[in-house]
């Protein structure tokens, strides 16, 4: 199993920061780990929370604006960290300096395997949907692709899988050229003719079409049954879960709260979104924009695990794994049914993949 994970994470080293090395440290060298010898200390000091810019976070978004961590958290100190992509924010869980996080299921993945299944655990759900691959009008099928440059947010990411697995299906993954940049650089290359498409999340995808006149050659929902696929998903430290599950379940119930108020006012939860935004990147987004994106994406505390296999799977596929990743014992979602059950609401299913 080990073996595995590392092979996984072999596919993407170049990704992450030196500070990563001492997170895999302790797995690597066999023995115990501190995650395994953990007990409940109680409620935690503080809690460091990692998020994206971005609508597909927009739980995380509206959690902070609203307030209702913060309200369930009571004397544990929130401490919010932004991200602008995942292979960072995974270093960051590595190197110890990040206890929860919002984040892409391929990195995901790979902070499960880089540990070999020992620093990190899926919690919850965040977000499913939100990408799309949006190119100039001139290209109307997937043939039109050929010879041209393709822009994904980082190497090894949720969207640059994604794409380059779509590739290798379409019989065009050595005649399509992928780069990778930061998505408000994305959409100024756009703009000036530098590149011709991107798989992008929410808000940029809805940014090149509204903004900058892209159009939408594939939305990855028609990949997935129902719909339905993990964008966001919410990983926890393994130690820190385990030394303070009340504190995880208080941050659980700060995530349904911010999705139940979505789902109630959502023209309001728009607008704690885009402050969110314009505090983060100095600019909000205009209305049509926002309330594209917002019809993109489904904000669901469901992991949807049943997806992770074949995730696995893409990620060998489109050669950013060497080997499938052994997901046993990626998923804890005892935290999340504890607060679902409160709440009643039914339980998720991590589908086999709580069990190493």
């Known amino acids: 199993?080990?073996?595995?994970?590392?092979?996984?994470?072999?596919?993407?080293?170049?990704?992450?920061?030196?500070?990563?090395?001492?997170?895999?440290?302790?797995?690597?060298?066999?023995?115990?780990?501190?995650?395994?010898?953990?007990?409940?200390?109680?409620?935690?000091?503080?809690?460091?929370?990692?998020?994206?810019?971005?609508v597909t976070h927009?739980?995380?978004l509206i959690g902070l604006e609203k307030g209702f961590f913060a309200k369930e958290l009571g004397a544990t100190k929130l401490v919010p960290t932004k991200f602008n992509d995942g292979p960072t924010e995974v270093a960051a869980f590595l190197g110890g300096s990040l206890d929860a996080g919002f984040i892409g299921s391929g990195p995901a993945i790979n902070a499960f395997a880089k540990s070999d299944g020992e620093a990190v655990r899926l919690v919850a759900g965040?977000?499913?949907?939100?990408?799309?691959?949006?190119?100039?009008?001139?290209?109307?099928?997937?043939?039109?692709?050929?010879?041209?440059?393709?822009?994904?947010?980082?190497?090894?990411?949720?969207?640059?899988?994604?794409?380059?697995?779509?590739?290798v299906d379409k019989g065009l993954k050595?005649?399509?050229?992928?780069?990778?940049?930061?998505?408000?650089?994305?959409?100024?290359?756009?703009?000036?003719?530098?590149?011709?498409?991107?798989?992008l999340p929410e808000p940029w995808s809805s940014r090149l079409v509204l903004d900058a006149g892209a159009k939408v050659l594939l939305d990855e929902k028609e990949l997935w049954a129902d719909g339905k696929f993990p964008t966001t998903t919410l990983l926890v430290r393994t130690q820190?879960?385990?030394?303070?599950?009340?504190?995880?379940?208080?941050?659980?119930?700060?995530?349904?709260?911010?999705?139940?108020y979505a789902g109630s006012d959502s023209a309001d939860a728009k607008l704690a979104v885009n402050k969110q935004l314009e505090a983060l990147t100095g600019k909000g987004l205009n209305a049509a924009v926002i309330d594209?994106?917002?019809?993109?994406?489904?904000?669901?505390?469901?992991?949807?695990?049943?997806?992770?296999?074949?995730?696995?799977?893409?990620?060998?596929?489109a050669g950013i794994a060497t080997e499938e990743t052994e997901l046993g014992g990626f998923l804890d979602l005892g935290a999340l049914n504890t607060v679902l059950k409160a709440a009643g609401k039914p339980e998720a299913d991590a589908a086999g993949l709580d069990k190493k």
């Open 126 to 167: 965040g977000t499913s949907a939100g990408a799309q691959l949006v190119t100039t009008a001139d290209i109307t099928k997937p043939e039109d692709l050929v010879g041209k440059t393709v822009v994904t947010p980082a190497l090894g990411n949720t969207q640059d899988v994604a794409l380059k697995k779509w590739l």
């Open 174 to 199: 050595d005649k399509v050229q992928v780069t990778n940049r930061e998505n408000a650089q994305t959409l100024d290359a756009f703009k000036k003719g530098e590149v011709q498409a991107a798989w």
């Open 292 to 317: 594209r994106a917002f019809t993109s994406i489904s904000l669901d505390t469901d992991p949807l695990a049943a997806t992770y296999p074949r995730l696995a799977k893409d990620a060998v596929a």
């Open 58 to 60: 927009a739980s995380a």
């Open 240 to 260: 820190y879960l385990r030394e303070h599950p009340q504190t995880v379940q208080a941050l659980l119930r700060g995530l349904l709260a911010a999705n139940a």
């Open 1 to 54: 199993m080990r073996s595995t994970r590392r092979a996984f994470a072999a596919g993407i080293a170049a990704l992450s920061l030196a500070s990563a090395v001492a997170g895999c440290s302790r797995a690597e060298s066999g023995g115990t780990s501190a995650a395994d010898t953990a007990t409940d200390q109680g409620p935690a000091a503080e809690l460091r929370l990692g998020y994206f810019p971005n």
